[in-house]
């Protein structure tokens, strides 16, 4: 990368580090208001059982929210990840209930088909320059339809596979220390957190990442194959989507053909929640998990007060859109 290109990509991605710090302090602190407010309000919010089922949900979205926080740092942005949650786990369901195959080939079958469907997702965008929202609305089409096609709209259970439920419902750290019985998919959870926090900021994946969303053509007059870079992007988003796929057939021992679509709504939101500017170039990994938590919490707090569904989703909706203004606000002052 030249001399100016590397300038220029630097001071759009180390700008905004301060500004981004206060966001997630933001969140984090709206987060706590949530949990006190609903301790408050009902004494059930903070009994084992509802933090285990908070955890629960927490990590599905928020596998598929680190998914979706790659794409839309490049300044895309991906429908289809529900959708390719249900489409990967309907293979898993028939590599494992259908073919009778061991538990790791339906596990590695489920990440393989993520992974292919973000590969075809990036290629459509790079290569065909078909825009990110037009390409992946189209692609979660034809993820539902294969994923009904495939199961004869049927869902496929996991009855006859040892070890299945364990993925997301078993509790290594239970098994060692029986006091702090914390879900397998919520350990799950933060090895992909984890595992993509580092990609973004020490590897070259990462750092093409985040100078994509920033300056997509500077970066490609310095040199750089900047179609392999945003194919290789959404190809291990694709493929975190197979991990969620595996966490949910694995909490409901079934693949549910039918399920998924509704999900890409709660990981964006979770995303802008946490800080990841929708225009691209900048976001971090913690972000999404505390903007994954917040949406966890207040959903379940709502429940737990029994507000209506419908309302549910009002609140859901009003928070995506209070989400993007303060992320607008945020760029105008840089």
């Known amino acids: 990368m030249s001399t100016e290109a590397t300038t220029q990509t630097a001071t759009a991605a180390a700008a905004p580090r301060l500004s981004g710090a206060h966001h997630r302090l933001l969140a984090f602190a709206s987060l706590i208001v949530l949990v006190v407010g609903f301790s408050l309000a009902s004494p059930n919010?903070?009994?084992?059982?509802?933090?285990?089922?908070?955890?629960q949900?927490?990590?599905v979205n928020g596998v598929l929210a680190i998914a979706a926080t790659l794409v839309i740092i490049t300044g895309g942005i991906d429908l289809s990840v529900g959708t390719l949650m249900t489409f990967c786990a309907?293979?898993?369901?028939?590599v494992l209930t259908y073919m009778g195959m061991p538990l790791p080939l339906g596990v590695i079958a489920a990440i393989l088909a993520g992974a292919a469907a973000g590969f075809c997702s990036g290629t459509f965008v790079a290569k065909l320059k078909v825009p990110p929202f037009i390409a992946t609305l189209g692609m979660m089409l034809i993820l539902k339809g294969l994923s009904l096609v495939i199961s004869g709209t049927?869902?496929?259970?996991?009855?006859?596979?040892p070890g299945f439920t364990q993925i997301a419902q078993g509790s290594l750290v239970g098994a060692i220390i029986p006091a702090v019985p914390v879900p397998n998919g919520v350990l799950v959870l933060f090895i992909v957190a984890i595992v993509a926090s580092f990609i973004l900021s020490k590897t070259a994946l990462g750092r093409y990442t985040f100078a994509l969303g920033s300056n997509e053509?500077?970066?490609?007059?310095?040199g750089v194959n900047t179609d392999r870079w945003k194919?290789?992007?959404?190809?291990?988003a694709g493929s975190i989507c197979g991990i969620a796929g595996l966490l949910i057939a694995s909490r409901l021992n079934s693949a549910q053909p039918a399920l998924g679509q509704g999900y890409e709504l709660d990981a964006i939101a979770a995303v802008v929640i946490g800080g990841t500017s929708l225009s691209g170039g900048r976001g971090t990994v913690l972000g999404t998990l505390i903007g994954a938590l917040i949406m966890a919490v207040l959903l379940n707090g709502l429940r737990i007060m029994s507000v209506a569904q419908e309302w549910q989703t009002v609140v859901t909706g009003s928070i995506i859109i209070l989400a993007v203004y303060v992320d607008m606000l945020r760029r105008r002052k840089l």
Request: charged share 10%; with cysteine.
């Open 45 to 55: 919010f903070m009994q084992t059982s509802n933090v285990l089922a908070i955890l």
């Open 57 to 59: 949900a927490t990590s």
């Open 90 to 94: 309907v293979i898993c369901g028939v």
């Open 154 to 161: 049927r869902p496929i259970y996991f009855n006859d596979t």
């Open 217 to 222: 053509e500077a970066l490609r007059l310095s």
């Open 231 to 236: 194919i290789a992007v959404y190809t291990l």
